[in-house]
């Protein structure tokens, strides 16, 4: 069977579920970069048709906290819509499983570690990647007219540059939302006002924040990859292709793009190799050990604390009454809690997907095996903060 994969190279959740689809061999099509008028309608019409009837499946069941993205969903058979990277890692290992061994570790101890690392570059990997193209590479990336360019067979025709610039402005002004706040006063020269990331009052900055985490992540991964092929040993898995779809997102964006390849150059390669679709399908050992320690010290120190956070301020919310949380509630100014980061100050609004994804992690702690949690501590250290309570 050939799957149809609606999203976007854009989307650096569509590039890790093309990598987890290349990595099983599982044959898919680009929709709707490689589609006609009328299968893109097709197509469309029956995702949109599944998320507002709420038929649009998260493997292995759509849970009430969950949120439907923009991009990607898969198709299977033109009928069923599934969506939700990390869920489909689990459903290829189910339904496909790749002949070079699961995407999710078999071993207990491995399992969290990738889980663990497949949703800190999930939910904190997208904030500081969307700020290294609408901040970093403001000036020159030219994210729109892509977008525009594989869209153009879902547009009225004469609509592209429309669609460009509408698509600019919208992920700029989503910065606050994705956690990236300019100091009061900020501007980049040549930069239209509309471009510009906006600083909304009462919020904190936190660009210094998001450049400090970006450049500790880059440094571990680089830490890693110089001493092992994948980041658990010899092998392809879920936190592989979680940390390559976000930081390949911005091997396209020039600015962000020269600066990865100067401060982490073998990652760098790495990227680029699987962003050309060389992505590694031999069975390989699965190992942990001490070349992780940097990666997990570092999601220990934002990822780990930002959940914690997420879910207290969503339960304060819901003692209050509130029940709009996500993008809506934020444009409206509801849902909001303060937190900090790194020594920094945030504010953000309390993520109902975040909480979902938070809770499956501590779920997954509180079910590993005595000797498993030992494996794990002996590089995470802290793990009190997995603890349900």
């Not at 898919?28 to 029956?46: A, E, M």
């Not at 290294?132 to 547009?155: I, P, Q």
């Not at 679709?277 to 001490?290: F, K, T, W, Y």
Request: hydrophobic letters at 40%; a neutral charge; charged letters at 20%.
């Amino acid at each position: 069977m050939t799957y149809l994969l609606w999203g976007s190279e854009l989307s650096p959740f569509t590039l890790k579920l093309q990598a987890q689809l290349r990595y099983a061999n599982i044959p898919f099509v680009d929709l709707p970069r490689d589609g006609g008028r009328v299968q893109n309608f097709r197509i469309n019409l029956l995702i949109e048709r599944a998320k507002r009837t709420r038929t649009a499946v998260r493997f292995p069941h759509l849970h009430q906290l969950d949120e439907y993205p923009l991009v990607p969903f898969l198709v299977e058979d033109s009928t069923t819509v599934l969506y939700d990277s990390s869920a489909l890692a689990r459903w290829i290992d189910a339904r496909h499983p790749p002949a070079g061994g699961p995407l999710f570790p078999e071993a207990p101890a491995a399992q969290f570690v990738a889980q663990l690392i497949d949703e800190a570059f999930d939910e904190f990997g997208l904030y500081m990647v969307h700020h290294n193209r609408w901040v970093v590479s403001a000036t020159t990336n030219d994210a729109g007219a892509r977008l525009a360019h594989e869209y153009r067979r879902v547009l009225l025709p004469g609509t592209e540059t429309i669609m460009a610039r509408w698509f600019s402005r919208r992920q700029v002004r989503r910065l606050p939302y994705l956690f990236s706040v300019a100091p009061q006063g900020f501007t980049i020269d040549g930069l239209a006002a509309d471009l510009t990331p906006p600083s909304p009052s009462g919020f904190p900055p936190t660009h210094a924040l998001l450049d400090t985490a970006w450049e500790a992540y880059v440094a571990a991964i680089e830490h890693v990859l110089g001493r092992q092929p994948f980041l658990l040993g010899d092998r392809f898995t879920v936190a592989d292709a979680s940390a390559y779809g976000q930081l390949a997102m911005n091997l396209a964006d020039p600015t962000a793009a020269h600066r990865l390849r100067e401060l982490a150059p073998t990652t760098f390669t790495w990227l680029s190799r699987i962003y050309r679709g060389e992505v590694q399908r031999d069975p390989g050992a699965v190992r942990l050990n001490g070349n992780l320690k940097p990666l997990l010290r570092v999601i220990g120190k934002t990822f780990v604390p930002l959940m914690q956070q997420n879910e207290a301020g969503y339960e304060a919310a819901l003692q209050t009454g509130e029940t709009r949380f996500n993008e809506p509630a934020f444009n409206r100014g509801f849902g909001l809690y303060d937190g900090a980061l790194l020594g920094h100050p945030f504010r953000s609004v309390a993520k109902s997907f975040q909480v979902r994804s938070w809770r499956d992690l501590k779920a997954a702690w509180s079910s590993l095996p005595a000797g498993a949690r030992q494996e794990v501590e002996a590089l995470f250290g802290e793990t009190r903060c997995f603890e349900e309570t």
